[in-house]
């Protein structure tokens, strides 16, 4: 049987605090894999408490890391990839996102678009993601439902269409109406939650909705509701599946307002497995043997082994427990004997996966973010960035015999995929590459944890770096030779330039025309 059309792979963007916590317990307490509120947070403390590097994170009150969580609802399977919120992991942020079909975007009513949202967004329409928006807390005082359209459709130039409309926010809050079942979530008991009873009417001429709510209310809506059908987009599935137009739920993920309704709207509208990019050609999860690439690697989840999972996306075929793929780079196919499942309580062998799915493949290092794994090893996915480092620092080691510890270190941590290492020309000293200030912290912290390195950060002269390539191998020996000084190899032996600043990198690329500086690369 084909289940490809039976799975729906999302992530939840969001500013830090939006909710994003909140909308993801809701949405696997009502997809029926939890039971009691407050368990994604507990699972995160056992998880913390089993790692101590993730000690961080206790202490930040942040999620550095982030996981995969699969629930069963009406003959679906869900894959929701948890994406780190807080800003400065961003890349890791940006890689999950390379593996889903769709996203939810959580916007706070009282707070709109945030600096955040409007980042990985971006990184959605680079790849079409289409989106649905998830208007939160509107149990809250919050900004009037047209001037949060308003911001949406300017800031992110997309066509939106609202769903449903609050009636009215904060202490005047009396529910949620559903545009296009015309049914009212309304709030109940001393808790003001919704407790899963929508009341259907005849729209919105229905004497029983004038019984329900206030005469007041029941204005505004009309008129509001009215305005709103008229000034926006009608939805239309196709320009959603696009990445061209979001259809916007509003409600309150702490209230249960819009839950369920965000869950049946990724069932009706969002796509299975689409296509991915690759190299010949773009991979259709029709394509009958197995592919698929890895966009996350979590080293030493348990100090006591050196494992890592390797976190794999299926693209194509019938993955099969055993089964050999081969991964791009390395050459020998591997055997894979025990791949993960993730579900919100447990994690179980998984005898079988299909596209769209995710599974753990635990490894000692062989695999590598951006690796493409393949039966038939004659296909490449492309489009998993590396981004140039914005922080870049000097490793100076406290005890000089630990060299090899460091080295090692540093490797495992840049396979990661979070840290970058530099190897300079000139020199001994590493130079390490973060896109955020926090990476920093996490590292130093490792090196003493896991790898009892005790090591210090000098600041580099440099500020940035950039990937070079030049058409003509000439061309690229030149600057190189005459840029020795500014030169290093990443991990993978490919020549990087380092500068002071970005204003550099323009200086020296207008001077070498034949010679590329990428800010990101590809793997
Ligand atoms: P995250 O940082 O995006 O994961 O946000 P959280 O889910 O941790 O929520 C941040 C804060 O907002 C918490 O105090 C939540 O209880 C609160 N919150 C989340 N959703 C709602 C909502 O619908 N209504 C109200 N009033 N508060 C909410």
């Not at 029983?208 to 059908?229: C, P, Q, V, Y």
């Not at 406290?398 to 290492?421: F, I, N």
């Not at 190899?489 to 010679?515: E, F, I, L, Q």
Request: with cysteine; charged share 25%.
């Amino acid at each position: 049987m084909n289940h490809t059309s039976d799975r729906r792979t999302f992530a939840i963007i969001s500013h830090p605090d939006a909710g994003k916590t909140t909308l993801t317990e809701k949405l696997l307490y009502f997809g029926g894999a939890i039971h009691l509120a407050g368990e994604v947070k507990a699972r995160g403390q056992n998880r913390r408490a089993r790692s101590d590097w993730m000690k961080i994170e206790q202490q930040r009150g942040i999620s550095v890391t982030s996981s995969v969580m699969t629930f069963e609802k009406d003959g679906l399977t869900f894959n929701l990839l948890d994406t780190p919120g807080h800003e400065d992991f961003s890349e890791d942020t940006y890689r999950t996102l390379t593996a889903v079909d769709s996203a939810v975007m959580v916007i706070d009513a009282a707070r709109g678009i945030e600096a955040q949202t409007r980042k990985l967004f971006e990184v959605c329409r680079l790849r079409s993601v289409p989106i649905i928006t998830f208007v939160n807390k509107v149990d809250r005082e919050g900004r009037p439902p047209f001037e949060l359209l308003d911001e949406i459709a300017d800031m992110l130039q997309l066509d939106v269409c609202p769903m449903s409309w609050p009636v009215g926010m904060g202490s005047d809050f009396e529910g949620v109406y559903d545009l296009h079942a015309n049914t009212l979530s309304q709030p109940e008991g001393p808790s003001r939650e919704f407790m899963g009873r929508a009341i259907p009417f005849d729209g919105m001429d229905d004497p029983k909705l004038a019984a329900t709510i206030t005469s007041a209310g029941l204005a505004t809506l009309k008129d509001e509701s009215e305005l709103a059908m008229g000034g926006y987009a009608s939805f239309d599935v196709e320009a959603y599946r696009a990445g061209d137009l979001t259809p916007v739920y509003f409600g309150s993920a702490l209230k249960d307002f819009g839950v369920a309704e965000l869950i049946a709207a990724l069932g009706q509208h969002a796509p299975g497995p689409r296509p991915q990019p690759a190299e010949p050609a773009a991979v259709t999860p029709e394509r009958p043997d197995v592919t698929g690439f890895i966009f996350k690697v979590q080293a030493n989840m348990d100090p006591n082994h050196r494992d890592r999972i390797a976190f794999m996306r299926l693209c194509s075929g019938t993955f099969k427990r055993g089964m050999k793929l081969t991964p791009t780079g390395h050459g020998k196919p591997i055997a894979i004997h025990s791949p993960i499942l993730f579900f919100a309580q447990n994690r179980e062998l998984a005898d079988e996966a299909f596209p769209g799915d995710i599974i753990g493949i635990p490894n000692h290092g062989t695999l590598r973010v951006g690796d493409t794994m393949s039966e038939r090893a004659d296909v490449r996915f492309t489009g998993l960035p590396n981004f140039a480092p914005e922080i870049l620092r000097r490793v100076a080691l406290k005890d000089p015999t630990k060299t090899k510890q460091l080295r090692k270190a540093l490797d495992d941590m840049a396979e990661e995929g979070v840290t970058q290492v530099f190897y300079p020309e000139i020199g001994s000293n590493l130079i390490i590459g973060v896109v955020g200030q926090l990476q920093l912290e996490v590292l130093l912290s490792r090196l003493d944890a896991e790898y009892k390195v005790d090591a210090g950060l000098e600041m580099a002269p440099y500020d940035t770096a950039r990937w070079v390539s030049a058409e003509d191998p000439a061309d690229l020996k030149a600057f190189m030779d005459l840029n020795r000084s500014s030169m290093a190899k990443d991990r993978d032996a490919n020549p990087v330039y380092m500068a002071k600043t970005a204003w550099d990198v323009g200086y020296v690329s207008d001077r070498y025309p034949k010679v590329k500086f990428a800010a990101t690369r590809e793997r």
